[in-house]
């Protein structure tokens, strides 16, 4: 058996985030995400691997969606509304309720601004949104009778989840993206012990283990600080929701304690009343203290904080500015940079992860640079202050490896990252977990093989016989390895933790497996039981010492560690013809005619097998002994021999 993964997007790549895998003969599509680099078709994932004909919705099993950011979900209406897919789509409830905006949001930007073609529409969004069946964390969801899902709280944003499937036996963890470390408004991701056959991960900060978040925080705090005492303006391009919302609560709060209310602090117009509805919609998704604080007063309600309008570009004077979208690739936040790069007493932040080939990217990489090209036709000079302070809510590598430790899969692949870092977090959870990891490239599909366990019902009285027979074979080991080692500590028993089981295993119509003793085999199929006996005879006649008694000492040594021997006297009316015989469970031992006979039942198979092979060694010690001891003899009488002389007549004697 085996799990087959290709990634559409996100593989070796951040962007884009589309992963197809194949669990026991179902197929289900992790997201469904866009490109922000590209304005062509290469924005969305390539669907003609999935079907050259068009039949998606007979392929995919289902579709779930970890998160409401663009390049998880952004590509969901064109492959739904234009491609044709109308198979059933999974997200949380705050997923689908804000994915609906964002897309909306972009799709203004791609088309009524930038007049780009082939993309959906405001329509098509709303049909596909009506398709997505929401779900609750922990909720078991049966897509059909052999597919089930469910949801784990992945942090991250509001709503954001990690997907658990189930087929059969296999079982396979989607993260979409994730954060193991809670922050101002979000509690850390978390999933059970569940040890799924494959955990596919994101890897966006593979080979980075962040500072203290205070740190970053008091870093954050003091650069703006500085740029609006000095009369510069201060850009962050964040995302709507998520990151937006923990850098105002802080800016807010810092605003209070330093009685800054005069310098102005704006957000993009609209959003600081949907995110508020949103967080006050879905509280339980936020952490404890928001919960707490809630009813008392919403921290979302800011004071400090008021909406932006384009008009307020040109305004003198220092102010903050939170803008969408995040990496500077279109929208507000860049019209904004474009307005304020060239002076140098600005600041530009870039709290986050920027996809390779944004304009944002571009800054963080080309630092030494004074231009960076806005598109093919734009290029700009930058003269303002450059920042990146990462406040990013995806895992670092520590909590990447926390997460493999939590959910102990049996297989890692990577996804989501950059391939160099993939290719370094790759080789340590190799060497430092001890588990097969892969790290596909879009297009190229992985097969990861798995194990079939089967469920068997195990018959009481069999397993309470076992575990017996083996805690008494488990004492005899003990207190044999106490008696030969007199002078160190005397060793304590360790726990059972697995028992070797034999028994016979009955397999009917429609019936769950079972392990049973053979009495009740006999009984279950309504079968006379038949006893098996065994005999073996060992031909003893060269070796004459050879005694029960003997064997006994010999053999009582060579399994003290497994059974107890005993040595008796057959029970019979006429003493004469009696005779001695060792016993162990039902097996016998006597000597009859010049013949070891040993003799047993079926059920004792396993300590006959002991038996026999220590009664091979007492005979080949046994026949040793007696070579011996016929060599030495014969070697002195030949030296006795050769000291014989004929005896002496004298001649006078003779006639």
């Known amino acids: 058996m085996a799990i087959q993964v290709v990634p559409l997007g996100a593989g070796q790549d951040v962007g884009r985030s589309c992963v197809i895998v194949t669990i026991g003969g179902k197929n289900i599509m992790f997201d469904c995400g866009m490109h922000m680099s590209y304005t062509d078709e290469k924005r969305f994932p390539d669907f003609s691997y999935i079907s050259k004909s068009g039949q998606f919705t007979q392929t995919i099993d289902c ?16 492959f739904t509304e234009i491609i044709g897919y109308d198979g059933p789509i999974y997200m949380t ?17 791609a088309v009524e601004r930038k007049g780009e073609s082939n993309f959906f529409t405001k329509e098509m969004i709303k049909k596909c949104m009506s398709k997505v069946r929401a779900v609750n964390l922990h909720q078991t969801i049966q897509v059909d009778d052999q597919l089930t899902i469910k949801a784990y ?32 408004h979000l509690g850390a991701a978390w999933i059970d012990k569940i040890r799924p056959d494959l955990l596919i991960t994101e890897t966006t900060y593979a080979t980075t283990i962040r500072d203290s978040k ?20 201060v850009l962050i391009p964040v995302f709507a929701l998520g990151r937006a919302q923990e850098l105002c609560i802080l800016i807010e709060s810092y605003w209070e304690q330093m009685n800054l209310g005069h310098i102005p602090v704006y957000f993009s117009a609209g959003m600081v009343e949907a995110a508020n509805l949103y967080y006050k919609l879905f509280i339980n998704w936020t952490n404890q203290k928001i919960k707490k604080t809630f009813v008392k007063r919403n921290m979302f309600d800011f004071k400090h904080i008021r909406a932006f309008d384009r008009s307020m570009m040109d305004n003198t004077g220092p102010m903050v500015l939170f803008a969408s979208p995040g990496m500077l690739h279109a929208g507000m936040s860049l019209e904004v940079f474009k307005k304020w790069a060239p002076d140098e007493k600005n600041l530009c932040i870039i709290p986050g992860y920027c996809v390779v080939g944004t304009v944002g990217n571009k800054l963080l990489t080309n630092k ?85 366990s089967i469920p ?32 160190s500590d005397k060793k304590l028993r360790t726990p059972i933790s697995s028992v070797p089981i034999r028994g016979v295993m009955l397999l009917k119509d429609n019936e769950s497996i079972k392990l049973l003793e053979p009495q009740e085999i006999a009984e279950e199929l309504g079968v006379t039981e038949h006893k098996l006996k065994f005999v073996s005879r060992k031909s003893i006649e060269s070796l004459e010492g050879l005694s029960i008694s003997a064997i006994y000492s010999k053999l009582s040594k060579y399994l003290a560690t497994f059974e107890a021997v005993t040595l008796g006297i057959d029970e019979c009316g006429d003493e004469k013809h009696c005779m001695d015989v060792l016993r162990l469970k039902s097996i016998h ?67």
């Not at 942090?155 to 922050?183: C, I, Q, R």
């Not at 950059?418 to 097969?436: A, N, S, T």
């Open 63 to 78: 579709v779930c969606i970890s998160h409401f950011h663009l390049d998880h979900c952004g590509g969901l209406p064109y």
């Open 93 to 109: 409830y705050p997923t689908k309720a804000i994915c609906p905006i964002l897309l909306d949001d972009f799709r203004k930007i």
């Open 153 to 184: 709280y992945a942090g991250h944003v509001l709503g954001a989840a990690m997907f658990y499937a189930k087929v059969g036996n296999e079982s396979v963890v989607y993260t979409g993206d994730y954060n193991m470390t809670p922050d101002r």
């Open 214 to 233: 205070r740190c970053r925080e008091s870093e954050f705090l003091k650069r703006v600080h500085e740029c609006v005492e000095n009369g510069g303006k």
């Open 368 to 452: 030494q640079n004074q231009t960076v090209e806005i598109d093919k036709r734009v290029t700009l000079e930058v003269r303002c202050q450059v920042k990146s302070l990462s406040f990013s809510a995806h895992a670092d590598a520590k909590g990447i490896m926390q997460l493999i430790k939590m959910s102990e899969p049996k297989n890692v692949l990577l996804v989501h990252g950059e391939k160099g870092k993939m290719r370094f977090l790759k080789q340590r959870i190799i060497q430092e977990v001890g588990i097969p990891c892969f790290d596909p490239a879009n297009g190229v599909t992985e097969v990861i093989p798995t194990s079939m």
């Open 456 to 487: 068997i019902e195990i018959s009481v009285k069999l397993l309470k016989r076992q575990i017996a027979a083996f805690s008494q074979q488990e004492e005899a080991i003990l207190t044999k390895e106490n008696s030969d080692d007199l002078h």
């Open 589 to 655: 031992i006597t000597i009859e005619d010049r013949f070891l006979v040993i003799k047993w039942d079926r059920e004792d198979e396993e300590s006959a097998m002991r038996v026999l092979s220590a009664i091979e060694k007492i005979l080949l010690e046994f026949s040793q002994v007696e070579r011996h001891e016929k060599y030495e003899g014969e070697k002195k009488l030949s030296f006795k021999s050769s000291g014989d002389h004929e005896p002496f007549i004298p001649m006078e004697d003779c006639e």
